[in-house]
């Protein structure tokens, strides 16, 4: 069985992108999941500079795990990239990173 989680958020929709993000946290914390990583990718980079309940959950998962990471092309393309680091979030290309996780057995869930 697989216990390795790749949560890439990508919504505008802030209650879709908070459960995302809830259930990473919860996913750590709750012992479901041995390891999950998160990605914020396209539109949901920009709700995530503006909504505090999202950056709170964010903040929950840094607590236990690593850095959230946020796509550097779509930062960059929308003049965020600066904005997005100074919340704690890595700005880095994601493209090769999602294949790596995915050969490397991470199950990708898009929310």
Known sequence: MNNKIL???STSDAGKARTGAMYAVNAL???WMDDVK????GPAQNLLLVDEELQNRVKEYQEIEEAVVACKFISAR???SEQL???GIQVA???EMVSS???EGY?????
């Open 38 to 41: 998160i990605i914020f990718f």
């Open 78 to 80: 929308d003049a965020k």
């Open 29 to 31: 914390k709750q012992g």
């Open 107 to 111: 199950v990708p869930m898009v929310w």
């Open 7 to 9: 949560v890439i958020i």
């Open 101 to 103: 996780y995915i050969h």
């Open 85 to 87: 680091s100074e919340i």
């Open 93 to 95: 290309y994601v493209g």
